[in-house]
């Protein structure tokens, strides 16, 4: 997981396991789902097929949503409202210009009263809100690896709640 060059600030923020499938991947969601909460940004990153829809989809079921959860790739969006709080969903992959973010009229939907996750974030450039989790999916010969940094300090308390109760 990390090196043995790493810092304990380093190590507060960052957090890497290996996902063997589809299966894994929701379960990882559902257990991420247990630490995040409404005013967070969490930023998926990952070539097409790594997972990225699949860990949206374990995060709401942990939160309790039941129903079909489908990629937001032509919609841009999908909103899931759960136990009172917003959830978004954004897919950027069509996004051509950073300026499309804006005239989109997202930048609302980032609130202290909801939770954004998005894929894609570099096709919105610097526009978007820092991230509070950072996930990286990467595709192996045998599954995927999900690397996660915290990028805030309420990442930093995400990811420590996280340890605390794995230990």
């Known amino acids: 997981m ?3 060059h790493s810092t304990a600030a380093e190590s507060a923020r960052n957090f890497s396991c290996y996902l063997a499938d589809d299966s ?3 379960k990882f969601g559902e257990e991420l789902s247990t630490y995040i909460h409404p005013g967070l940004t969490i930023h998926l990153i990952g070539d ?3 997972g990225k829809t699949t860990l ?3 995060i709401l079921h942990g939160l309790g949503y039941s129903h079909t959860v489908k990629s937001p790739t032509y919609n841009l969006v999908e909103i899931y409202k759960i136990s009172g709080v917003y959830f978004y969903h954004f897919d950027f992959y069509r996004f051509n210009d950073y300026l499309e973010w804006e005239e989109a009229g997202f930048r609302e939907y980032f609130n202290s009263d909801s939770i954004c996750v998005v894929e894609w974030p570099e096709k919105a450039g610097d526009l978007l ?6 996930l990286v ?3 192996l010969d045998n599954g995927r690896k999900i690397e996660l940094q915290a990028c805030t300090e309420a990442g930093i308390q995400c990811l420590k709640q ?3 109760q794995k230990n």
């Open 137 to 139: 999916l990467s595709i």
């Open 129 to 134: 809100p820092k991230p509070d989790l950072q």
């Open 56 to 58: 949206t989809r374990g």
């Open 48 to 50: 097409l097929g790594a």
């Open 2 to 4: 990390h090196n043995a």
């Open 24 to 26: 894994a991947t929701l």
């Open 162 to 164: 996280w340890r605390n």
